[in-house]
T-cell receptor
Protein backbone atom coordinates (compact mmCIF):
# COMPACT_ATOMS: atom_id res chain seq x y z
CA UNK A 1 0.00 0.00 0.00
CA UNK A 2 1.14 3.55 -0.74
CA UNK A 3 2.64 5.62 2.04
CA UNK A 4 0.85 8.71 3.32
CA UNK A 5 2.15 11.90 4.89
CA UNK A 6 0.09 13.97 7.31
CA UNK A 7 0.88 16.92 9.58
CA UNK A 8 1.58 15.87 13.13
CA UNK A 9 -0.98 18.18 14.68
CA UNK A 10 -3.59 20.81 13.86
CA UNK A 11 -5.87 23.13 15.79
CA UNK A 12 -9.37 24.25 14.94
CA UNK A 13 -11.90 26.54 16.59
CA UNK A 14 -15.23 25.04 17.51
CA UNK A 15 -17.85 25.66 14.83
CA UNK A 16 -15.28 26.27 12.11
CA UNK A 17 -14.37 23.89 9.32
CA UNK A 18 -11.43 21.58 9.95
CA UNK A 19 -9.39 20.80 6.83
CA UNK A 20 -6.99 17.91 7.26
CA UNK A 21 -4.50 17.35 4.42
CA UNK A 22 -2.88 14.12 3.33
CA UNK A 23 -0.19 13.51 0.73
CA UNK A 24 -0.08 10.17 -1.08
CA UNK A 25 2.13 10.91 -4.06
CA UNK A 26 2.86 7.22 -4.81
CA UNK A 27 -0.77 6.14 -4.92
CA UNK A 28 -1.67 3.57 -7.56
CA UNK A 29 -4.71 3.57 -9.80
CA UNK A 30 -6.49 0.85 -7.83
CA UNK A 31 -5.87 2.30 -4.37
CA UNK A 32 -8.64 3.94 -2.39
CA UNK A 33 -8.12 6.75 0.12
CA UNK A 34 -9.63 5.99 3.54
CA UNK A 35 -10.01 8.21 6.57
CA UNK A 36 -10.42 6.96 10.13
CA UNK A 37 -10.20 8.70 13.47
CA UNK A 38 -9.36 7.42 16.91
CA UNK A 39 -10.35 8.98 20.19
CA UNK A 40 -8.12 8.02 23.09
CA UNK A 41 -8.70 4.47 24.36
CA UNK A 42 -11.33 3.70 21.74
CA UNK A 43 -11.26 1.77 18.49
CA UNK A 44 -10.75 3.60 15.20
CA UNK A 45 -13.93 5.01 13.67
CA UNK A 46 -14.44 4.86 9.92
CA UNK A 47 -15.18 8.30 8.44
CA UNK A 48 -15.15 8.17 4.65
CA UNK A 49 -13.33 6.75 1.63
CA UNK A 50 -13.01 7.47 -2.08
CA UNK A 51 -11.18 6.56 -5.26
CA UNK A 52 -11.03 9.69 -7.44
CA UNK A 53 -14.29 11.56 -7.08
CA UNK A 54 -15.07 13.81 -4.16
CA UNK A 55 -17.24 12.14 -1.55
CA UNK A 56 -19.56 13.44 1.16
CA UNK A 57 -21.43 11.73 3.96
CA UNK A 58 -23.04 12.77 7.23
CA UNK A 59 -19.69 13.07 8.96
CA UNK A 60 -17.34 14.69 6.47
CA UNK A 61 -16.32 15.49 2.91
CA UNK A 62 -13.33 14.06 1.08
CA UNK A 63 -11.67 16.09 -1.63
CA UNK A 64 -9.18 14.21 -3.84
CA UNK A 65 -7.00 16.15 -6.26
CA UNK A 66 -7.26 15.35 -9.94
CA UNK A 67 -3.83 13.68 -10.00
CA UNK A 68 -4.84 11.75 -6.84
CA UNK A 69 -1.56 12.59 -5.13
CA UNK A 70 -3.22 14.34 -2.23
CA UNK A 71 -6.55 14.66 -0.47
CA UNK A 72 -8.26 16.73 2.18
CA UNK A 73 -10.74 15.63 4.80
CA UNK A 74 -13.19 18.36 5.71
CA UNK A 75 -15.20 18.42 8.91
CA UNK A 76 -17.62 21.26 8.09
CA UNK A 77 -18.50 22.37 11.63
CA UNK A 78 -16.00 21.00 14.12
CA UNK A 79 -17.11 20.29 17.67
CA UNK A 80 -15.12 19.49 20.79
CA UNK A 81 -16.02 15.83 20.28
CA UNK A 82 -14.11 15.84 17.00
CA UNK A 83 -10.83 16.09 18.92
CA UNK A 84 -9.02 12.89 17.92
CA UNK A 85 -6.17 11.41 15.90
CA UNK A 86 -7.11 11.32 12.21
CA UNK A 87 -5.57 8.70 9.95
CA UNK A 88 -5.32 8.85 6.17
CA UNK A 89 -4.79 5.42 4.59
CA UNK A 90 -4.48 4.23 1.02
CA UNK A 91 -5.39 0.66 0.29
CA UNK A 92 -5.62 -1.59 -2.74
CA UNK A 93 -9.07 -2.68 -3.82
CA UNK A 94 -8.42 -6.31 -4.62
CA UNK A 95 -5.50 -7.27 -2.46
CA UNK A 96 -4.77 -10.92 -2.09
CA UNK A 97 -2.64 -13.01 0.16
CA UNK A 98 -1.36 -11.51 3.36
CA UNK A 99 -2.24 -7.95 2.41
CA UNK A 100 -5.94 -8.69 2.07
CA UNK A 101 -7.98 -6.27 4.11
CA UNK A 102 -5.00 -4.93 6.00
CA UNK A 103 -5.19 -1.30 7.04
CA UNK A 104 -1.79 0.31 7.53
CA UNK A 105 -2.10 3.16 10.00
CA UNK A 106 0.64 5.78 10.11
CA UNK A 107 1.10 8.37 12.85
CA UNK A 108 -1.92 10.43 11.83
CA UNK A 109 -2.82 14.03 12.64
CA UNK A 110 -3.79 15.03 16.16
CA UNK A 111 -6.70 17.43 15.70
CA UNK A 112 -7.52 19.58 18.69
CA UNK A 113 -10.80 21.48 18.58
CA UNK A 114 -10.87 24.34 21.08
CA UNK A 115 -13.75 26.51 22.31
CA UNK B 1 -27.89 -1.45 17.12
CA UNK B 2 -25.41 -3.38 15.02
CA UNK B 3 -21.80 -3.34 16.04
CA UNK B 4 -18.71 -5.09 17.30
CA UNK B 5 -18.36 -6.03 20.95
CA UNK B 6 -15.00 -6.73 22.51
CA UNK B 7 -14.65 -8.07 26.01
CA UNK B 8 -13.28 -7.58 28.50
CA UNK B 9 -12.25 -3.93 28.24
CA UNK B 10 -9.27 -4.51 30.53
CA UNK B 11 -7.46 -7.80 31.05
CA UNK B 12 -4.53 -8.77 33.21
CA UNK B 13 -2.35 -11.79 32.60
CA UNK B 14 0.22 -13.51 34.72
CA UNK B 15 3.45 -14.67 33.21
CA UNK B 16 3.05 -18.02 31.46
CA UNK B 17 -0.72 -17.82 31.14
CA UNK B 18 -2.81 -17.99 28.00
CA UNK B 19 -5.68 -15.53 27.78
CA UNK B 20 -8.53 -15.27 25.30
CA UNK B 21 -10.00 -12.01 24.05
CA UNK B 22 -13.57 -12.08 22.82
CA UNK B 23 -14.88 -10.40 19.65
CA UNK B 24 -18.51 -10.66 18.56
CA UNK B 25 -20.24 -8.84 15.70
CA UNK B 26 -23.87 -8.64 14.64
CA UNK B 27 -23.24 -6.82 11.37
CA UNK B 28 -23.48 -10.01 9.31
CA UNK B 29 -19.94 -9.38 8.08
CA UNK B 30 -17.99 -12.26 6.58
CA UNK B 31 -14.49 -10.89 7.24
CA UNK B 32 -12.99 -10.29 10.67
CA UNK B 33 -9.59 -9.03 11.79
CA UNK B 34 -7.40 -8.69 14.86
CA UNK B 35 -4.95 -5.83 15.23
CA UNK B 36 -2.51 -4.84 17.93
CA UNK B 37 -1.72 -1.22 18.81
CA UNK B 38 1.25 -0.18 20.92
CA UNK B 39 1.51 3.29 22.52
CA UNK B 40 2.01 6.04 19.98
CA UNK B 41 2.03 3.60 17.08
CA UNK B 42 -0.26 2.47 14.33
CA UNK B 43 -2.13 -0.81 14.08
CA UNK B 44 -0.47 -4.08 13.13
CA UNK B 45 -2.44 -7.02 11.73
CA UNK B 46 -2.29 -10.24 13.76
CA UNK B 47 -4.81 -12.55 12.05
CA UNK B 48 -7.73 -12.22 9.70
CA UNK B 49 -10.57 -14.42 8.54
CA UNK B 50 -12.54 -14.04 5.34
CA UNK B 51 -15.04 -16.81 6.03
CA UNK B 52 -16.08 -19.25 8.73
CA UNK B 53 -13.57 -22.04 9.45
CA UNK B 54 -10.81 -20.23 7.59
CA UNK B 55 -8.20 -17.71 8.76
CA UNK B 56 -4.77 -16.43 7.75
CA UNK B 57 -1.77 -15.03 9.57
CA UNK B 58 -1.13 -11.33 9.43
CA UNK B 59 2.16 -9.54 9.98
CA UNK B 60 2.69 -10.46 13.64
CA UNK B 61 0.93 -13.81 14.22
CA UNK B 62 3.65 -15.42 16.34
CA UNK B 63 2.44 -16.09 19.89
CA UNK B 64 -1.23 -15.75 18.95
CA UNK B 65 -3.97 -18.13 17.84
CA UNK B 66 -7.53 -17.68 16.59
CA UNK B 67 -10.60 -19.69 15.68
CA UNK B 68 -13.61 -18.91 13.48
CA UNK B 69 -16.28 -21.47 14.24
CA UNK B 70 -19.14 -19.02 13.88
CA UNK B 71 -19.64 -16.07 11.57
CA UNK B 72 -20.30 -13.76 14.50
CA UNK B 73 -17.29 -14.67 16.61
CA UNK B 74 -13.52 -14.43 16.18
CA UNK B 75 -11.75 -14.99 19.53
CA UNK B 76 -8.03 -14.28 19.89
CA UNK B 77 -5.83 -16.27 22.27
CA UNK B 78 -2.63 -14.64 23.47
CA UNK B 79 -0.37 -17.54 24.36
CA UNK B 80 2.57 -17.70 26.75
CA UNK B 81 4.79 -17.75 23.66
CA UNK B 82 3.99 -14.07 23.05
CA UNK B 83 6.85 -12.40 24.89
CA UNK B 84 5.54 -8.85 24.83
CA UNK B 85 1.75 -9.12 25.04
CA UNK B 86 1.04 -5.79 26.75
CA UNK B 87 -0.89 -3.78 24.16
CA UNK B 88 -4.26 -2.51 23.02
CA UNK B 89 -6.03 -5.20 20.94
CA UNK B 90 -8.60 -4.22 18.35
CA UNK B 91 -11.05 -6.41 16.48
CA UNK B 92 -12.62 -5.31 13.21
CA UNK B 93 -15.03 -6.68 10.64
CA UNK B 94 -16.03 -5.89 7.09
CA UNK B 95 -18.08 -7.13 4.18
CA UNK B 96 -15.97 -9.63 2.27
CA UNK B 97 -15.28 -9.43 -1.41
CA UNK B 98 -13.40 -6.57 -3.03
CA UNK B 99 -10.94 -4.85 -0.75
CA UNK B 100 -12.62 -1.45 -0.79
CA UNK B 101 -15.11 -2.23 1.96
CA UNK B 102 -14.44 -0.24 5.14
CA UNK B 103 -13.54 -2.06 8.31
CA UNK B 104 -15.49 -1.28 11.45
CA UNK B 105 -13.79 -1.59 14.82
CA UNK B 106 -14.72 -2.55 18.34
CA UNK B 107 -13.62 -0.49 21.34
CA UNK B 108 -10.67 -2.72 22.11
CA UNK B 109 -9.24 -4.75 24.96
CA UNK B 110 -6.26 -3.45 26.89
CA UNK B 111 -4.05 -6.33 28.02
CA UNK B 112 -1.45 -5.92 30.75
CA UNK B 113 1.02 -8.30 32.34
CA UNK B 114 1.06 -8.62 36.12
Amino acid sequence: DAKTTQPTSMDCAEGRAANLPCNHSTISGNEYVYWYRQIHSQGPQYIIHGLKNNETNEMASLIITEDRKSSTLILPHATLRDTAVYYCIVRVTNAGGTSYGKLTFGQGTILTVHP
Amino acid sequence: DGGITQSPKYLFRKEGQNVTLSCEQNLNHDAMYWYRQDPGQGLRLIYYSQIVNDFQKGDIAEGYSVSREKKESFPLTVTSAQKNPTAFYLCASSIAGTGNQPQHFGDGTRLSIL
